[in-house]
Protein backbone atom coordinates (compact mmCIF):
# COMPACT_ATOMS: atom_id res chain seq x y z
CA UNK A 1 0.00 0.00 0.00
CA UNK A 2 2.88 2.47 0.78
CA UNK A 3 4.51 1.55 -2.32
CA UNK A 4 1.40 2.46 -4.50
CA UNK A 5 0.79 5.98 -2.54
CA UNK A 6 4.41 7.06 -2.66
CA UNK A 7 3.73 6.12 -6.49
CA UNK A 8 1.13 7.94 -6.77
CA UNK A 9 2.69 10.88 -5.08
CA UNK A 10 5.41 10.39 -7.64
CA UNK A 11 2.95 10.36 -10.87
CA UNK A 12 1.16 13.54 -9.85
CA UNK A 13 4.92 15.25 -9.45
CA UNK A 14 5.66 14.39 -12.83
CA UNK A 15 2.68 15.36 -14.80
CA UNK A 16 2.65 18.31 -13.26
CA UNK A 17 6.70 18.62 -14.36
CA UNK A 18 5.83 17.45 -17.50
CA UNK A 19 3.29 20.38 -17.87
CA UNK A 20 5.61 22.99 -16.30
CA UNK A 21 7.87 21.42 -19.41
CA UNK A 22 5.32 22.00 -21.96
CA UNK A 23 4.36 25.29 -21.15
CA UNK A 24 7.46 26.57 -19.74
CA UNK A 25 9.60 26.27 -23.10
CA UNK A 26 9.49 29.50 -24.06
CA UNK A 27 11.06 30.97 -27.16
CA UNK A 28 10.74 34.63 -26.85
CA UNK A 29 9.04 36.92 -29.49
CA UNK A 30 11.26 39.67 -30.38
CA UNK A 31 10.26 43.19 -32.46
CA UNK A 32 11.80 43.47 -34.89
CA UNK A 33 11.90 46.53 -36.59
CA UNK A 34 9.83 49.68 -36.88
CA UNK A 35 6.73 48.67 -39.95
CA UNK A 36 3.52 49.97 -40.70
CA UNK A 37 0.74 48.50 -38.69
CA UNK A 38 -3.06 49.16 -38.07
CA UNK A 39 -4.86 51.91 -36.22
CA UNK A 40 -5.27 51.24 -32.34
CA UNK A 41 -7.60 52.08 -30.15
CA UNK A 42 -7.05 51.76 -26.43
CA UNK A 43 -9.66 50.94 -23.95
CA UNK A 44 -9.41 52.46 -20.01
CA UNK A 45 -12.17 51.30 -17.95
CA UNK A 46 -12.25 52.99 -15.28
CA UNK A 47 -14.01 52.94 -11.20
CA UNK A 48 -12.51 54.90 -8.41
CA UNK A 49 -8.89 55.13 -10.19
CA UNK A 50 -8.23 58.55 -9.54
CA UNK A 51 -5.07 57.84 -7.96
CA UNK A 52 -3.58 55.78 -10.45
CA UNK A 53 -5.41 57.30 -13.83
CA UNK A 54 -2.80 60.42 -14.24
CA UNK A 55 0.42 58.02 -13.98
CA UNK A 56 -1.54 55.33 -16.54
CA UNK A 57 -2.55 58.23 -19.30
CA UNK A 58 0.79 60.01 -18.95
CA UNK A 59 2.74 57.08 -19.65
CA UNK A 60 0.18 56.20 -22.68
CA UNK A 61 0.93 59.55 -24.06
CA UNK A 62 4.91 59.13 -23.71
CA UNK A 63 4.50 56.11 -25.92
CA UNK A 64 7.03 55.52 -29.07
CA UNK A 65 3.97 54.93 -30.96
CA UNK A 66 0.66 56.40 -29.41
CA UNK A 67 -2.49 54.56 -29.78
CA UNK A 68 -4.60 56.03 -32.49
CA UNK A 69 -7.68 56.33 -30.34
CA UNK A 70 -7.57 56.27 -26.25
CA UNK A 71 -11.02 55.51 -24.52
CA UNK A 72 -11.49 55.99 -21.04
CA UNK A 73 -14.51 54.49 -19.71
CA UNK A 74 -15.81 55.54 -16.49
CA UNK A 75 -17.93 52.88 -14.85
CA UNK A 76 -19.74 54.96 -12.28
CA UNK A 77 -17.07 56.00 -10.07
CA UNK A 78 -17.38 57.91 -6.91
CA UNK A 79 -14.29 59.82 -6.29
CA UNK A 80 -12.73 62.04 -8.99
CA UNK A 81 -11.65 59.96 -11.85
CA UNK A 82 -14.42 61.21 -14.34
CA UNK A 83 -13.15 64.50 -13.70
CA UNK A 84 -9.54 63.74 -13.98
CA UNK A 85 -10.76 61.74 -17.42
CA UNK A 86 -12.22 64.64 -18.97
CA UNK A 87 -9.69 67.19 -18.18
CA UNK A 88 -6.75 64.92 -20.11
CA UNK A 89 -9.78 64.79 -22.75
CA UNK A 90 -10.13 68.63 -23.36
CA UNK A 91 -6.61 68.92 -24.00
CA UNK A 92 -5.65 66.13 -25.62
CA UNK A 93 -7.49 65.29 -29.22
CA UNK A 94 -7.21 61.77 -29.35
CA UNK A 95 -8.37 60.80 -25.95
CA UNK A 96 -12.11 60.56 -25.63
CA UNK A 97 -14.52 59.72 -22.48
CA UNK A 98 -17.27 57.80 -22.19
CA UNK A 99 -19.60 57.11 -19.46
CA UNK A 100 -21.89 53.98 -18.52
CA UNK A 101 -25.39 54.59 -18.18
CA UNK A 102 -27.57 53.87 -15.03
CA UNK A 103 -28.61 50.11 -16.40
CA UNK A 104 -25.06 49.18 -17.23
CA UNK A 105 -21.71 48.10 -15.25
CA UNK A 106 -18.82 46.33 -14.92
CA UNK A 107 -15.47 45.44 -16.87
CA UNK A 108 -17.37 43.59 -19.78
CA UNK A 109 -20.15 46.53 -20.35
CA UNK A 110 -17.24 49.25 -20.25
CA UNK A 111 -15.34 47.56 -22.77
CA UNK A 112 -18.33 46.93 -25.29
CA UNK A 113 -18.90 50.73 -24.74
CA UNK A 114 -15.46 51.40 -25.78
CA UNK A 115 -15.39 49.01 -28.41
CA UNK A 116 -18.44 50.63 -30.26
CA UNK A 117 -17.40 54.01 -30.10
CA UNK A 118 -13.83 53.39 -31.34
CA UNK A 119 -13.25 52.65 -34.72
CA UNK A 120 -9.56 51.91 -35.23
CA UNK A 121 -8.83 47.73 -36.54
CA UNK A 122 -6.82 46.72 -33.34
CA UNK A 123 -8.39 46.90 -29.88
CA UNK A 124 -6.06 47.27 -27.37
CA UNK A 125 -7.39 46.86 -23.00
CA UNK A 126 -5.34 47.89 -20.32
CA UNK A 127 -6.14 49.06 -16.70
CA UNK A 128 -6.43 52.61 -15.13
CA UNK A 129 -4.15 51.05 -12.73
CA UNK A 130 -1.17 50.35 -15.09
CA UNK A 131 1.90 52.00 -16.21
CA UNK A 132 3.45 51.53 -19.76
CA UNK A 133 7.01 51.14 -20.64
CA UNK A 134 7.23 53.88 -23.55
CA UNK A 135 7.51 51.13 -26.46
CA UNK A 136 4.72 48.80 -24.76
CA UNK A 137 2.21 49.70 -27.54
CA UNK A 138 4.73 49.57 -30.31
CA UNK A 139 6.15 45.96 -29.29
CA UNK A 140 2.48 45.00 -28.30
CA UNK A 141 1.30 45.98 -31.62
CA UNK A 142 4.03 44.67 -33.84
CA UNK A 143 3.07 41.26 -34.09
CA UNK A 144 -0.12 42.32 -36.55
CA UNK A 145 1.91 43.30 -39.32
CA UNK A 146 0.96 39.77 -40.30
CA UNK A 147 -2.47 39.60 -41.12
CA UNK A 148 -2.68 35.48 -39.93
CA UNK A 149 -2.81 37.19 -36.00
CA UNK A 150 -5.65 38.22 -34.17
CA UNK A 151 -4.68 38.53 -30.96
CA UNK A 152 -1.13 39.34 -29.14
CA UNK A 153 -0.64 39.23 -25.07
CA UNK A 154 1.83 40.51 -23.16
CA UNK A 155 3.81 40.66 -20.63
CA UNK A 156 2.70 41.92 -16.68
CA UNK A 157 5.47 42.64 -13.86
CA UNK A 158 4.33 44.00 -10.40
CA UNK A 159 5.59 47.01 -8.92
CA UNK A 160 8.05 45.84 -6.21
CA UNK A 161 7.52 47.21 -2.20
CA UNK A 162 9.58 45.18 0.52
CA UNK A 163 6.85 43.15 2.13
CA UNK A 164 6.34 39.50 2.10
CA UNK A 165 3.16 39.51 0.46
CA UNK A 166 4.09 41.93 -2.32
CA UNK A 167 7.37 39.53 -3.11
CA UNK A 168 5.03 36.40 -2.72
CA UNK A 169 2.36 38.25 -5.30
CA UNK A 170 5.16 39.12 -7.38
CA UNK A 171 7.11 35.46 -7.49
CA UNK A 172 3.43 33.87 -8.48
CA UNK A 173 2.56 36.05 -10.82
CA UNK A 174 6.35 35.97 -12.57
CA UNK A 175 5.63 32.16 -12.90
CA UNK A 176 2.09 32.34 -14.30
CA UNK A 177 3.58 34.69 -17.13
CA UNK A 178 6.51 32.38 -18.16
CA UNK A 179 3.95 29.54 -18.27
CA UNK A 180 1.31 31.89 -19.92
CA UNK A 181 3.72 32.82 -23.09
CA UNK A 182 4.89 29.19 -23.48
CA UNK A 183 1.40 27.80 -23.37
CA UNK A 184 0.21 30.45 -26.15
CA UNK A 185 3.42 29.37 -28.06
CA UNK A 186 2.12 26.04 -28.31
CA UNK A 187 -1.06 27.28 -29.60
CA UNK A 188 -2.46 26.30 -25.63
CA UNK A 189 -3.38 29.68 -24.18
CA UNK A 190 -3.99 29.04 -20.69
CA UNK A 191 -4.90 32.25 -19.50
CA UNK A 192 -4.36 35.89 -20.59
CA UNK A 193 -4.25 39.30 -18.53
CA UNK A 194 -6.62 41.97 -19.98
CA UNK A 195 -3.84 44.96 -18.32
CA UNK A 196 -2.09 44.21 -21.47
CA UNK A 197 -4.31 42.83 -24.83
CA UNK A 198 -4.87 43.25 -28.32
CA UNK A 199 -7.14 41.74 -31.01
CA UNK A 200 -8.55 42.82 -34.19
CA UNK A 201 -12.32 43.92 -34.14
CA UNK A 202 -12.72 41.86 -36.73
CA UNK A 203 -11.77 38.48 -34.51
CA UNK A 204 -13.93 40.01 -31.29
CA UNK A 205 -17.36 40.12 -33.74
CA UNK A 206 -16.94 37.15 -35.58
CA UNK A 207 -16.45 34.81 -31.96
CA UNK A 208 -19.24 36.91 -30.65
CA UNK A 209 -17.36 38.52 -28.25
CA UNK A 210 -17.34 36.70 -24.71
CA UNK A 211 -20.29 34.95 -25.78
CA UNK A 212 -22.25 33.68 -23.08
CA UNK A 213 -19.72 35.02 -20.22
CA UNK A 214 -20.67 38.54 -21.12
CA UNK A 215 -22.33 39.09 -17.86
CA UNK A 216 -19.49 37.40 -15.71
CA UNK A 217 -17.25 39.94 -13.51
CA UNK A 218 -13.87 38.06 -14.88
CA UNK A 219 -12.60 36.09 -18.53
CA UNK A 220 -12.54 39.82 -20.49
CA UNK A 221 -8.99 38.57 -21.41
CA UNK A 222 -8.87 34.69 -21.59
CA UNK A 223 -12.24 33.80 -22.27
CA UNK A 224 -12.13 35.79 -24.93
CA UNK A 225 -8.41 34.70 -25.87
CA UNK A 226 -9.58 31.12 -26.25
CA UNK A 227 -12.65 31.28 -28.03
CA UNK A 228 -10.34 33.16 -30.68
CA UNK A 229 -7.86 30.53 -30.77
CA UNK A 230 -10.58 27.80 -31.19
CA UNK A 231 -11.94 29.64 -33.67
CA UNK A 232 -9.19 30.83 -35.83
CA UNK A 233 -6.59 28.33 -35.16
CA UNK A 234 -3.21 28.33 -33.16
CA UNK A 235 -1.51 30.36 -35.85
CA UNK A 236 -3.42 33.48 -35.24
CA UNK A 237 -2.21 33.88 -31.45
CA UNK A 238 1.31 35.60 -30.78
CA UNK A 239 2.88 36.32 -26.97
CA UNK A 240 4.36 40.16 -27.58
CA UNK A 241 7.39 41.20 -25.46
CA UNK A 242 5.52 43.80 -25.02
CA UNK A 243 5.48 44.60 -20.61
CA UNK A 244 3.22 47.09 -18.30
CA UNK A 245 3.60 47.30 -14.84
CA UNK A 246 0.95 47.24 -12.18
CA UNK A 247 0.01 47.44 -8.41
CA UNK A 248 -0.10 44.03 -6.19
CA UNK A 249 -3.05 43.84 -4.24
CA UNK A 250 -2.37 45.51 -1.02
CA UNK A 251 -3.60 43.67 1.36
CA UNK A 252 -4.34 39.36 1.73
CA UNK A 253 -8.05 39.63 1.77
CA UNK A 254 -8.06 41.81 -1.30
CA UNK A 255 -5.24 39.36 -3.05
CA UNK A 256 -7.79 36.48 -1.90
CA UNK A 257 -10.28 37.78 -3.59
CA UNK A 258 -8.62 38.62 -6.59
CA UNK A 259 -7.75 35.16 -6.86
CA UNK A 260 -11.34 33.96 -6.43
CA UNK A 261 -12.40 36.09 -8.42
CA UNK A 262 -10.39 34.82 -11.26
CA UNK A 263 -11.22 31.07 -10.38
CA UNK A 264 -14.87 31.74 -10.70
CA UNK A 265 -14.69 31.60 -14.19
CA UNK A 266 -13.14 28.05 -14.01
CA UNK A 267 -15.92 26.08 -15.54
CA UNK A 268 -16.60 28.62 -18.20
CA UNK A 269 -13.91 27.69 -20.29
CA UNK A 270 -13.95 26.53 -23.77
CA UNK A 271 -10.66 24.89 -23.87
CA UNK A 272 -9.68 21.96 -22.12
CA UNK A 273 -6.04 22.66 -21.50
CA UNK A 274 -7.13 25.35 -18.86
CA UNK A 275 -9.42 23.35 -17.04
CA UNK A 276 -6.43 20.42 -17.02
CA UNK A 277 -3.33 22.91 -16.09
CA UNK A 278 -5.60 23.78 -13.43
CA UNK A 279 -6.69 20.50 -12.37
CA UNK A 280 -2.34 19.30 -12.11
CA UNK A 281 -1.76 22.38 -10.66
CA UNK A 282 -4.48 21.51 -7.69
CA UNK A 283 -3.19 18.40 -7.82
CA UNK A 284 0.75 18.46 -7.50
CA UNK A 285 0.24 21.12 -4.59
CA UNK A 286 -2.47 19.28 -2.65
CA UNK A 287 0.11 16.10 -3.16
CA UNK A 288 3.31 18.22 -1.84
CA UNK A 289 1.37 18.68 1.47
CA UNK A 290 0.06 15.10 1.45
CA UNK A 291 3.41 13.65 1.31
CA UNK A 292 5.02 15.49 4.08
CA UNK A 293 2.63 14.22 6.36
CA UNK A 294 2.40 10.21 4.83
CA UNK A 295 5.86 9.93 3.72
CA UNK A 296 7.90 12.81 4.86
CA UNK A 297 11.00 11.78 3.05
CA UNK A 298 9.35 11.54 -0.58
CA UNK A 299 7.28 14.38 0.44
CA UNK A 300 10.48 16.86 1.03
CA UNK A 301 12.08 15.24 -2.26
CA UNK A 302 9.13 16.27 -4.35
CA UNK A 303 8.83 19.87 -2.76
CA UNK A 304 11.95 20.22 -3.51
CA UNK A 305 11.61 19.59 -7.21
CA UNK A 306 8.09 21.28 -7.31
CA UNK A 307 9.68 24.35 -6.07
CA UNK A 308 12.79 24.69 -7.61
CA UNK A 309 11.21 24.13 -10.96
CA UNK A 310 8.59 26.99 -9.78
CA UNK A 311 11.66 29.24 -8.42
CA UNK A 312 13.31 28.59 -11.87
CA UNK A 313 10.57 29.50 -14.29
CA UNK A 314 9.74 32.80 -11.83
CA UNK A 315 13.63 33.85 -12.20
CA UNK A 316 13.46 33.39 -15.68
CA UNK A 317 10.29 35.81 -16.11
CA UNK A 318 11.52 38.16 -13.62
CA UNK A 319 15.10 38.61 -16.21
CA UNK A 320 13.05 38.94 -19.29
CA UNK A 321 10.68 42.08 -17.79
CA UNK A 322 13.87 43.53 -16.19
CA UNK A 323 11.69 43.53 -12.73
CA UNK A 324 14.19 43.70 -9.38
CA UNK A 325 14.27 40.24 -7.67
CA UNK A 326 12.70 39.70 -4.68
CA UNK A 327 15.13 39.28 -1.41
CA UNK A 328 16.32 35.28 -1.34
CA UNK A 329 14.28 34.68 2.02
CA UNK A 330 11.31 35.85 -0.02
CA UNK A 331 11.97 32.64 -2.34
CA UNK A 332 12.16 30.63 0.66
CA UNK A 333 8.67 31.69 2.30
CA UNK A 334 7.20 31.75 -0.91
CA UNK A 335 7.99 28.15 -1.53
CA UNK A 336 7.15 26.92 1.94
CA UNK A 337 3.80 28.86 1.78
CA UNK A 338 2.65 28.05 -1.89
CA UNK A 339 1.30 24.48 -1.48
CA UNK A 340 -1.16 25.61 1.44
CA UNK A 341 -2.36 28.72 0.02
CA UNK A 342 -3.26 26.95 -3.35
CA UNK A 343 -4.99 24.09 -0.81
CA UNK A 344 -6.61 27.38 1.32
CA UNK A 345 -7.58 28.82 -2.09
CA UNK A 346 -8.60 25.69 -3.72
CA UNK A 347 -11.20 25.16 -0.52
CA UNK A 348 -12.48 28.75 -1.02
CA UNK A 349 -13.05 28.33 -4.54
CA UNK A 350 -14.89 25.24 -4.07
CA UNK A 351 -17.51 26.63 -1.29
CA UNK A 352 -17.87 29.05 -3.91
CA UNK A 353 -17.66 31.84 -1.83
CA UNK A 354 -19.12 35.73 -2.52
CA UNK A 355 -16.15 37.84 -3.69
CA UNK A 356 -15.83 41.73 -3.57
CA UNK A 357 -14.48 43.61 -6.42
CA UNK A 358 -13.76 48.03 -7.23
CA UNK A 359 -16.75 47.94 -4.00
CA UNK A 360 -19.12 45.71 -5.58
CA UNK A 361 -19.87 41.55 -4.45
CA UNK A 362 -20.72 39.08 -6.75
CA UNK A 363 -21.82 35.47 -6.34
CA UNK A 364 -18.98 33.13 -7.10
Known sequence: MDDAIILLLWTIWA????????????????????????SSALLLPARNEAQHLPACI?????????????????DH????????????????????????????SGKKAALRAGIEASHSEII?????????????????????????IQVVGGWIRLA??????????????????????????????ITANGALLAYRRKAFEVVGGWGTAMHHPSGDDDLLVQRIRLHFGRAAIAFSDAVVETQAAPTWKAFLQQRLRWLSKRRLYPAPWTRWGLGVLALAQVSLIWGLLYEPLHGALGWLMVSSAQACIAYRSFRFTKSPLPQLHYWIYTAAVYPLYQVVLIGLAWLRLPFEWKGRRYKA
Open 77 to 104: SEDDTLHIARAYAERTPSIHVLSLPPDQ
Open 160 to 189: PEHTFLNAFQRIEMAGVLWLTAGSWQRGEP
Open 124 to 148: ITTDADTQHLPDTIEKLTAPFTDPA
Open 58 to 74: DSLLQQTLPPTEIWIIN
Open 15 to 38: AYGYMLWRWGTVSLYRTKGSVSRP
